[in-house]
């Protein structure tokens, strides 16, 4: 049994390895390909401020975006950080059934509705 403990610990170890090296590797050509990305829409973004772009160059930026995702506005990210109303949240509660919970405590909307000036 020791033996087969052995092989299976050395195995784990070898794949440890051979994982690290693997996750290194790939993040940087990740972050390089991002990089890259990152610049040459920037680059067009420059190019737009002077002129308009050619069907090229907006096909380029079309799958540019495609290939880092959506990003979110500057004014769209300043507003996800902003602390929610309490008319936000009461409209929330008040969008739910009832008889559905928020979390695994137990209590389901029709407690946070019926105790609403309570909570």
């Not at 680059?43 to 002077?50: E, Q």
């Not at 008040?94 to 000036?117: H, L, Q, R, V």
Request: include cysteine; charged fraction near 40%; hydrophobic fraction near 35%.
């Amino acid at each position: 049994m020791a033996s087969k403990n052995g092989r299976v610990s050395g195995k784990l170890k070898k794949l440890k390895r051979v994982l690290k090296k693997w996750n290194g590797e790939d993040r940087y050509t990740l972050e390089k390909i991002i990089n890259e990305i990152e610049g040459r829409i920037k680059c067009l973004d420059a190019i737009s401020d002077d002129r308009e772009l050619s069907e090229m160059e907006l096909e380029e930026l079309k799958i540019l975006n495609l290939e880092m995702g959506e990003r979110l506005k500057e004014v769209d990210v300043l507003n996800l950080e902003k602390p929610f109303s309490i008319e936000e949240i009461k409209e929330a509660i008040w969008s739910w059934d009832e008889n559905k919970a928020p979390g695994s405590d137990g209590f389901n909307f029709c407690f946070f509705k019926k105790s609403w000036e309570v909570v």
